[in-house]
């Protein structure tokens, strides 16, 4: 079983219309979104949720007011003033960091579990895809990133199935390392952009801290050919395989539209690059 992760420096690049092409050509596979926080990969393989979960990635202070002798010790150590006057506490401003369970001298202050999201187990007509969507302005992606990844995995083996394709998230944050912890393959898509070239960067070195093989694609390469030999002589000193060029087209925006991967939308040199780059990862 071999898992690859499909990730950029930045958003935008086109990751997630790779990851989807992917989808299609793969076969015996098991597809993830790890983009908890923004995931989109759903609109490009349809799934149908066959079970939704829970998910509680933090905690949340809660004050008994039948035991609380309102000292106030908990309204001044409370740095993200997250407390009223009237000892009860915003959901919104609480950080979840215990410290006013910790002074309370009557134990009035309890920690309880914080719904942050849900995941789920879908079918789509490629095969099964776990995905996850994580509630407004709540944290712990990293931690519902490693949740879906062992749900996939299981599914994997316990199917004797072939791949994980995984659509990992933008930037080099958590949620990144969460899903390039144990792939094989870390696939970054970049864009002849100088932001894309220095995310491109960051990204690269989080990889290369995790000595994970790593390869390169530059989507819309033809945009600015100055800047994709600047990428290409990156990868050449950092030995890193540049598996593909992929050229801009108009119809990749009319196939998102259509709700469809490009492979299958149509052939044109997008489809055949992807096709060829696929083929290379394999």
Same mark, same amino acid.
């Given at each position: 079983?071999?898992? /690859?992760?499909?990730?950029?420096? %930045?958003? &935008?690049?086109?990751?997630?219309?790779? @990851?989807?092409?992917?989808?299609?050509?793969?076969?015996?596979?098991?597809?993830?979104?790890?983009?908890?926080?923004?995931?989109?990969?759903?609109?490009?393989?349809?799934?149908?949720?066959?079970?939704?979960?829970?998910?509680?990635?933090?905690?949340?202070?809660?004050?008994?007011?039948?035991?609380?002798?309102?000292?106030?010790?908990?309204?001044?150590?409370?740095?993200?003033?997250?407390?009223?006057?009237?000892?009860?506490?915003?959901?919104?401003?609480?950080?979840?960091?215990?410290?006013?369970?910790?002074?309370?001298?009557?134990?009035? /202050?309890?920690?309880?579990?914080? %719904?942050? &999201?849900?995941?789920?187990?879908?079918? @789509?007509?490629?095969?099964?895809?776990?995905?996850?969507?994580?509630?407004?302005a709540e944290e712990n992606s990293g931690k519902l990133v490693a949740k879906v990844r062992q749900i996939a995995k299981e599914i994997a083996e316990q199917n004797d199935m072939n791949y994980i394709i995984i659509d990992g998230p933008p930037g080099i944050g958590c949620p990144v390392i969460a899903s390039l912890t144990g792939v094989n393959t870390a696939v970054i898509v970049t864009e002849p952009t100088i932001s894309g070239i220095h995310d491109m960067k960051r990204v690269l070195e989080v990889a290369s801290h995790f000595k994970i093989d790593t390869k390169v694609i530059v989507n819309k390469y033809d945009l600015n050919e100055d800047k994709t030999e600047g990428i290409k002589s990156i990868c050449k000193e950092e030995n890193v395989d540049l598996v593909g060029l992929i050229p801009f087209s108009r119809e990749v925006s009319e196939s998102i539209v259509k709700g469809l991967p490009i492979v299958e939308y149509m052939e044109n040199d997008v489809s055949e690059e992807i096709t060829s780059i696929w083929q290379k990862i394999c």
């Open positions: 079983m071999k898992q /690859i992760v499909i990730i950029s420096g %930045k958003g &935008g690049t086109g990751k997630t219309v790779l @990851t989807a092409s992917f989808a299609s050509l793969a076969e015996n596979k098991v597809m993830v979104d790890c983009d908890v926080d923004a995931a989109d990969l759903h609109l490009l393989l349809h799934p149908i949720v066959k079970e939704k979960q829970e998910f509680t990635g933090g905690k949340t202070a809660n004050i008994d007011l039948k035991l609380c002798i309102e000292c106030g010790k908990c309204i001044e150590v409370c740095r993200f003033d997250a407390i009223t006057d009237d000892f009860e506490v915003d959901p919104i401003a609480c950080e979840g960091c215990a410290l006013c369970s910790y002074i309370c001298p009557v134990e009035a /202050i309890a920690m309880k579990d914080n %719904k942050s &999201g849900n995941w789920f187990i879908s079918e @789509t007509k490629y095969g099964p895809l776990v995905h996850a969507k994580l509630n407004i």
